[in-house]
């Protein structure tokens, strides 16, 4: 069974940056698409990134040139670099491992930007 426990949130100051990590166990890491997502109070969930097996990057235009996806395969982990982080990027942010018509999330982690 795909576990994914996220890690990294916590309360920041405008301007500043966090890292957030996603472990995935239960399966082989290396086989999933992963992307992250996040929902601010009474919003719907939205993409923040994602990237392919083939290592294509897709952001939301909120974050470009802010957020950074990448993945440790060896360590069967994804990352999101978040620097100049707003209020506006307060939300729980969640983990997602997809293949074709198949995903998994993880329990989220909380973000928030204030002074």
């Known amino acids: 069974q795909v576990q994914l426990v996220e890690s990294g949130g916590g309360l920041v100051q405008p301007g500043g940056s966090l890292r957030l990590s996603c472990a995935l166990s239960?399966?082989?890491?290396?086989?999933?698409?992963m992307g992250w997502y996040r929902q601010a109070p009474g919003k719907q969930r939205e993409l923040v990134a994602a990237?392919?097996?083939?290592?294509?990057?897709n952001y939301a235009d909120s974050v470009k040139g802010r957020f950074t996806i990448s993945r440790d395969n060896a360590k069967n982990t994804v990352y999101l670099q978040m620097n100049s982080l707003k209020p506006k990027d307060t939300a729980v942010y969640y983990c997602n491992a997809f293949r074709g018509a198949w995903d998994n999330w993880g329990q989220g982690t909380r973000v928030t930007v204030s002074s």
């Open positions: 239960g399966s082989i890491f290396s086989i999933y698409g």
């Open positions: 990237m392919t097996l083939g290592g294509s990057t």
